[in-house]
């Protein structure tokens, strides 16, 4: 049997909702794989142990029965430290020694350290096969500034925008006129975060420098933009690779106005419903109530959005509707709950889902297994020690 480690947790604003989805995947996962949970803790160590199988686990803050875990580079193995007695006159020692044969990683970590490339690319130095997005395509997607130019470069329509760093805020006068040049509505966000942490809609200067204040708390890098005054929120999700990709069936946010907050996203209307529900659980129109030219229209550019950064796996793309003017709003390469949901309407099972996932994973691992990484030279026997190249 195969062992799939779900990774969930993680340093980030977004741990917990990284837990719910992460919990969702291991529960969900077809029995002929061995789901292994792995715990990041919000300190950055790596916990394994079949207690992490309970969700009380998470709920009581009680690890004590699980025990650190290692990645090694190059290694298939996941490795726990143990101790060894060293008698009657000797010392202790440790060591590590295997735990685990990994054959896929599914990453269910939202947020920094995670969903933006970093724990992409330490996967990258194991001889492991992951789920998901790759180092650059989970880079671009994080970062909302980046994203943006990489879209406008592909036609796909946006508001208006502009960004800066923490440090050019010194210069007060000269962000609040690049804002004001754009016009009120406007919304103020970190540029490498999600599920609305950090993000405020502002009317008015005051509300504009207060708000900047905030987004600088979470990010060295602000994003502001054009606000489009009563606007609907559609969302589509992308399943696939490279030219292969499936188009969700449509979703809009009921009694979304501006932008949905954290609580909104995970926690509002959660009574009597699964503690596993976590995106599913929105209140929502699945299909959307939208003409076959706007459904049209938003799962292709939904399919381009999702080429342009490279992505692969699954990820939703946020649009915002305008009478019939769509924009795209953002790219989530790592959505909440992986968005089964929007798959099952159409007759993907979460099941489903998640082997198509880790199908993709073996494929694009076996493409890269291909290309030649080495290349042998006699550059350094032709080299004097300390010359200049």
């Known amino acids: 049997m195969e062992n799939i480690v779900v990774v969930f947790g993680g340093r980030s604003v977004e741990h917990e909702v990284s837990v719910i989805t992460g919990m969702q995947v291991v529960e969900n996962m077809d029995k002929k794989?061995?789901?292994?949970?792995?715990?990041?803790?919000?300190?950055?160590?790596?916990?394994?142990?079949?207690?992490?199988?309970?969700?009380?686990?998470?709920?009581?803050?009680?690890?004590?029965?699980?025990?650190?875990?290692?990645?090694?580079?190059?290694?298939?193995?996941?490795?726990?430290?143990?101790?060894?007695?060293?008698?009657?006159f000797g010392k202790e020692t440790t060591s590590l020694e295997r735990y685990l044969k990994v054959d896929c990683v599914f990453p269910a970590l939202h947020g920094t350290y995670g969903e933006d490339g970093c724990f992409q690319g330490m996967l990258e130095t194991t001889a492991v096969p992951y789920v998901g997005c790759g180092v650059m395509s989970a880079a671009v997607g994080m970062d909302k500034v980046i994203m943006k130019k990489v879209f406008e470069s592909e036609g796909i329509p946006m508001t208006p925008y502009f960004y800066f760093y923490?440090?050019?805020?010194?210069?007060?006068?000269?962000?609040?006129?690049?804002?004001?040049?754009?016009?009120?509505?406007?919304?103020?966000?970190?540029?490498?975060?999600?599920?609305?942490?950090?993000?405020?809609?502002?009317?008015?200067?005051?509300?504009?420098?207060?708000?900047?204040?905030?987004?600088?708390?979470?990010?060295?890098?602000?994003?502001?933009?054009?606000?489009?005054?009563?606007?609907?929120?559609?969302?589509?999700?992308?399943l696939g690779y490279q030219n292969d990709l499936q188009v969700s069936e449509l979703e809009e946010p009921i009694g979304w106005k501006d932008f949905l907050k954290f609580d909104e996203k995970y926690i509002s209307g959660s009574k009597g419903g699964s503690k596993m529900d976590g995106m599913a659980n929105q209140s929502k129109k699945l299909p959307a109530d939208v003409t076959e030219d706007i459904k049209n229209q938003i799962q292709n550019y939904a399919k381009v959005a999702f080429r342009a950064i490279d992505g692969m796996g699954v990820a939703r793309i946020d649009f915002l509707l305008d009478n019939d003017k769509v924009y795209v709003n953002e790219i989530n390469t790592l959505p909440g709950s992986i968005s089964f949901y929007l798959f099952e309407v159409s007759g993907m099972s979460f099941t489903e889902e998640i082997n198509k996932l880790i199908e993709l994973a073996y494929k694009r691992f076996n493409q890269k297994a291909k290309n030649i990484t080495s290349y042998d030279s006699d550059l350094l026997k032709k080299t004097t020690y300390g010359a200049k190249l």
């Open 33 to 88: 794989y061995n789901a292994v949970p792995l715990y990041v803790t919000k300190e950055g160590k790596f916990l394994c142990g079949e207690s992490l199988k309970n969700f009380k686990t998470f709920k009581q803050g009680d690890f004590s029965e699980t025990f650190e875990v290692f990645f090694k580079p190059n290694d298939q193995y996941l490795y726990r430290e143990v101790t060894q007695k060293g008698g009657l």
């Open 166 to 238: 923490r440090e050019d805020f010194e210069n007060q006068d000269e962000i609040i006129s690049k804002a004001e040049e754009i016009g009120y509505n406007l919304f103020v966000k970190p540029a490498n975060l999600g599920s609305s942490i950090g993000i405020s809609k502002v009317k008015n200067r005051e509300e504009l420098i207060e708000a900047i204040k905030v987004a600088a708390s979470y990010d060295r890098k602000i994003i502001i933009e054009k606000a489009v005054d009563n606007p609907r929120e559609i969302n589509a999700a992308v």
